[in-house]
């Protein structure tokens, strides 16, 4: 590999050259790992937050306000989609919070807290109290509970939808993240939901699902709804409920890819230039090694290697620092809710490092097609 | 009688596309393996080219030249490097050493290009040092060398693949007086020892006459091609006139 070992050499004896290179590919791939992975673990909170504690499909009654029947058929053909991890009946109604003249409108979910602990975390969440789902208890959200001073054991009085008024005993207070959802969300045991809304014990408002990989949500509603136990059925899923978020994150990510794209061509033309200086510089070594016999293969693949050296380093040291920026990043954010974990993927590290090699060696064709077509008597009669 | 190593018929050498440059006429000549030959001539008279188109360093307008029987007019890029690899070691006015690698290193490029493992060669790379006086400086740079050393490592590579010919192109042209002398002893020792034939071209009358035959070169043609009676006793039987 004589080629090889004079790419090396040439490397080696212009050392800030080289350093210089590799930097720049280093600095490209880093930015490429972190903002790639920034970008994708920013999509992954956003949409965990969004609909990470909430039912990603629901398989409700054609008419609105009908319940749904849960045999075992329904819940055999749910389950048996493999992306599907959650299945959960529920129950769930609106009520009127009221409270002397203070009166909120709050949105009631019944069911078995295990069940409603698998989608919702509830237990997870809870910020006081017990999470306890008896007959009468009520789980409440803390912006209602800060709104209206509601603590563990307190009454807590619910206008039904029948009219009649219901008390309700408050066990624990929960977290969401979001007002909206703790001002206005509440849990309640699933038979006391079935008795308000005159439900028999197969008979549900919803069923709720959550599937492992988010995006396949449309894909499992679409087998669902040709599944005949589902017949007579309406299965919603979140992608076609969110399509601002949706669009919102596809933008983001076609923002992250042009930033991405135009690093590595910056990338690319830095290390094309300095090559094509090396190439210039090296011409006179280039002519001789002809004279002496080098063929034009041999010599173009001088370059070649040289990239191939730079790109792999340069790429490695990239992977390494952009690791590096994700680590302190996470690390800075270890205490503040605002920020939030940036997880690297491995498949898209590997793929950056790749692309970092592939754009170093694209980037060597010109001046190794430069070095393979000099003719040796170019530099032996310029002297 | 001798086998022939070179063999030139009507070489020509034209420049340019638009403005038409005649640097070297028809030149015809061969030359024997073993043969030790000058080409002398004013500066611009075309002995480099000469000596360019013969190493198959460039190609000819006209002409062919057959070198160790095979006939180069048709051959590609990648086989002219073949046969300059094989046949021919070039010594040049500049020394041309890579400064990125070592003397030894330097020495041993030709046979590494030539894809013989660097192992096998070295010995013969310090066979050829040795020749040149030049021991003890195998692992210094190229670049820490005086100009009479670099010359020497110029032509301790130059015979690494123990080529048939070697071509020199004023070999001389930057180095003192006692360093001149030095180089051409060296060249008939090893045109002697080794049986390699030499080509040196040279615009200096008295350096040519140290060969046994001078090609003189004038205005691109071949002036005179003569037997040197005064570089006796090494001077070579051939049949060539006399000097005018």
Redesign the interface.
Same mark, same amino acid.
């Given at each position: 590999m004589l080629s090889l070992s004079i790419a090396a050499r040439f490397l080696r004896k212009s050392p800030i050259q080289s350093i210089l290179i590799a930097a720049g590919i280093a600095v490209g791939i880093g930015v490429q790992v972190f903002l790639g992975s920034l970008i994708t673990s920013l999509q992954t909170s956003l949409v965990d937050q969004t609909i990470g504690n909430s039912p990603q499909l629901v398989v409700q009654s054609q008419q609105d306000g009908q319940p749904v029947t849960y045999t075992s058929q329904v819940e055999q053909a749910m389950k048996s989609q493999s992306q599907v991890t959650t299945v959960v009946p529920t129950r769930a109604y609106s009520g009127i919070y009221r409270s002397g003249t203070q009166n909120a409108p709050l949105q009631l979910t019944g069911g078995s807290l295990g069940q409603l602990d698998t989608i919702y975390d509830i237990s997870g969440r809870l910020v006081a109290g017990k999470a306890t789902l008896g007959s009468s208890d009520i789980l409440v959200g803390k912006d209602f509970a800060n709104t209206f001073g509601v603590k563990p054991g307190d009454q807590v009085s619910i206008v039904l939808p029948s009219g009649k008024p219901a008390a309700l005993t408050a066990t624990g207070v929960f977290d969401f993240g979001s007002a909206a959802a703790n001002s206005a969300t509440a849990f309640v045991n699933g038979d006391q939901a079935a008795t308000v809304l005159g439900y028999s014990s197969d008979q549900y408002s919803a069923i709720d699902a959550q599937v492992q990989d988010v995006f396949s949500s449309k894909q499992v509603a679409d087998a669902l709804r040709s599944d005949s136990a589902l017949n007579g059925l309406k299965v919603t899923e979140w992608q076609s409920q969110n399509a601002d978020l949706l669009s919102a994150l596809q933008s983001q990510s076609s923002s992250s890819y042009m930033i991405q794209f135009f690093v590595l061509v910056a990338v690319a033309l830095g290390i094309a230039s300095t090559l094509a200086i090396s190439a210039v510089q090296k011409t006179r070594q280039i002519g001789i090694l002809k004279a002496m016999g080098m063929k034009d293969r041999q010599s173009g693949r001088i370059f070649l290697w040289q990239a191939l050296i730079l790109g792999v380093s340069g790429a490695a040291v990239g992977v390494l620092g952009g690791l590096a920026l994700i680590a302190l990043f996470t690390y800075l954010g270890r205490n503040s809710t605002s920020l939030f974990p940036i997880t690297p993927q491995v498949g898209f590290v590997v793929l950056s490092f790749v692309v970092g090699v592939l754009v170093a060696v694209l980037s060597s064709l010109i001046p190794s097609r430069r070095t393979s077509k000099l003719d040796p008597i170019e530099v032996i009669q310029g002297g | 009688m001798a086998e022939t190593l070179v063999g030139a018929e009507n070489i020509g050498k034209t420049y340019g596309t638009a403005v038409k440059t005649v640097a070297l006429h028809e030149v015809s000549f061969t030359l024997d393996a073993g043969e030790f030959a000058s080409v002398i001539g004013q500066s611009g008279s075309g002995k480099?080219t000469l000596l360019?188109l013969v190493?198959l360093?460039?190609t000819p307008t006209t002409g062919r030249i057959v070198l160790g029987g095979h006939d180069t007019t048709a051959a590609t890029?990648?086989q002219r490097?073949?046969? *300059?690899?094989?046949f021919i070691g070039?010594v040049?006015?500049?020394h041309?050493l890579?400064?990125?690698?070592t003397v030894l290193e330097n020495v041993l490029?030709?046979g590494?290009?030539?894809g013989v493992a660097q192992a096998e060669l070295v010995g013969r790379a310090e066979e050829n040092l040795a020749l040149l006086g030049l021991e003890g400086l195998e692992k210094k740079n190229a670049n820490d060398l005086s100009g009479g050393q670099k010359q020497r490592v110029a032509i301790a *590579?130059a015979l690494m693949n123990r080529p048939a010919l070697v071509l020199a192109?004023e070999p001389t042209g930057n180095l003192d007086t006692v360093n001149t002398k030095m180089v051409y002893e060296l060249f008939r020792t090893i045109n002697e020892e080794l049986g390699t034939a030499f080509v040196v071209v040279t615009h200096d009358r008295s350096v040519a006459q140290q060969a046994d035959r001078i090609l003189e070169i004038s205005d691109g043609a071949l002036l005179q091609d003569v037997r040197n009676a005064y570089a006796a006793p090494r001077a070579r039987e051939a049949d060539l006139p006399a000097p005018a």
């Open positions: - | 480099s360019n190493g360093l460039d890029r990648k490097s073949a046969l *300059r690899n094989d070039f040049f006015q500049f041309y890579l400064p990125e690698f490029m030709p590494r290009i030539g *590579r192109d």
